[in-house]
């Protein structure tokens, strides 16, 4: 897997590029977490789920299918809890979705263990993209914090460091320009 961090990394940058108008500690903890809970079915390995079954890991949690329940869901609860709107819920729906459905093609980008069940359930297949530069974190917080671990940060940091940057910064550009145009829009 990609660690924690840059999945959890990665989903408040998108959050904060597509954030709507009303954003509180429950956006951004779901803009944390959402990319993050795909790696939850690692608790399956003690519980005696093999790795390559379809509850295994990198089974049918990276799914997108997995993506769109979660996202759709979790989208659902905030309209229901925070009284949100159609139109907003719809925005934080496809967002949601979208930041789930970050975690698998991240994961394939790394050189080990099986590969992540995109297309889960309905293909059992297990997914690698050709260009593997992402070193494959270790499972479990003994394992990582040896070398191997800090190693994973560096190929981590290298990789997805710049293009997260770039687009915070263009994030911070473009509400920049939005609000010089129209000093009401955020
Ligand atoms: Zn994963």
């Known amino acids: 897997m990609t660690t924690v ?67 759709l869901a979790t989208a659902l609860s905030m309209r229901w809890r925070e009284g949100r709107g159609w139109p907003e819920t719809r925005h934080l729906a496809m967002l949601f979705i979208l930041l789930v459905a ?13 590969g992540i069940a995109l297309l889960s359930p309905f293909d059992a297949g297990r997914y690698f993209w050709d260009w593997r530069p992402i070193l494959v974190s270790p499972i479990g917080l003994k394992n990582f914090l040896t070398p191997w ?16 940057a770039l687009l915070l910064a263009a994030t911070a550009i473009r ?12």
Not at 149 to 164: D, H, R, S
């Open 102 to 114: 970050s975690h698998g093609p991240m994961d394939m980008l790394t050189n080990g263990g099986l």
């Open 5 to 71: 961090m840059t999945h959890a990394a990665l989903g408040l940058t998108l959050g904060q590029a597509l954030r709507p108008a009303r954003c509180g500690p429950r956006y951004w903890l779901a803009c944390a977490l959402l990319p993050v809970l795909p790696d939850a079915d690692v608790i399956g390995l003690p519980l005696g789920i093999a790795y390559g079954d379809l509850l295994g890991h990198r089974g049918l949690s990276h799914s997108l299918a997995f993506a769109a329940v979660l996202g």
């Open 149 to 164: 671990g800090w190693a994973v940060i560096k190929t981590e940091l290298f990789w997805f460091g710049p293009p997260i």
């Open 175 to 186: 509400r920049r320009i939005a609000r010089k145009t129209c000093p009401a829009s955020q």
